[in-house]
């Protein structure tokens, strides 16, 4: 056993006197039955750990975020030349399964005659739920698109929905979009909008 000098402890840390060439290793530490309270208790197992591995199912793609376009045929709508389709789709995806979206517009100056589905989150033969709802007196489309039974997710470009607006009097358009995407196993996707002019 370590030899420990007069009136110093076994600190971790500081420096033992030689161990003598005859001693035996102490025995391990066992607590007798019927130990007192105050017993040093067993190490704790190590800390599980908190980083997913690599491919695990939920874990966020890594890389720069997903874009999410609207693009309008052009910078001026005229009354009664309509109808103008506006595509909305998506860019630098990776894994989508879910993907929401609220389109706001000028109800004054514009007005939906219909949401249509695009082809991206069905890509690879996937099924895929599509739902829409327009509020015509506030100006706002939701727009929502889930893989159903979806393992893989959809990746790369493509389009997401094409509304049909028709321009029903002067003034500014105001499109603005926000969105949301998800994996499969429910992890967030960062997701940008362009702006659109």
């Known amino acids: 056993m370590p030899v420990v000098p007069p009136g110093s402890t076994t600190v971790p840390g500081t420096t033992a ?41 939920g874990a966020p793609p890594a890389g720069p975020p997903a874009q999410i376009l609207l693009t309008p045929p052009g910078t001026e709508f005229r009354v009664g030349g309509g109808p103008y389709t506006l595509p909305v789709s998506i860019t630098n995806a990776s894994r989508v399964s879910t993907v929401t979206i609220t389109i706001m517009f000028n109800p004054a100056a514009l007005r939906v005659r219909s949401v249509q589905e695009g082809s991206f989150m069905r890509q690879a033969g996937g099924n895929a739920t599509f ?21 893989t997710g959809a990746s790369g470009s493509g389009l997401l929905a094409a509304i049909l607006f028709d321009a029903v009097a002067a003034g500014a358009g105001n499109l603005s979009a926000t969105g949301m995407a998800a994996t499969p196993g429910g992890a967030s996707i960062p997701v940008t909008v362009a702006p659109v002019t």
């Open 17 to 57: 006197a030689p161990a003598q060439p005859t001693a035996t290793p102490p025995p391990a530490p066992t607590t007798p039955p019927g130990a007192p309270a105050g017993v040093p208790p067993t190490p704790a197992p190590a800390p599980a750990q908190t980083t997913p591995p690599a491919g695990v199912t």
């Open 131 to 151: 739902t829409q709802q327009v509020d015509a007196a506030a100006g706002r489309i939701d727009i929502a698109v889930t893989r159903t039974n979806d393992t």
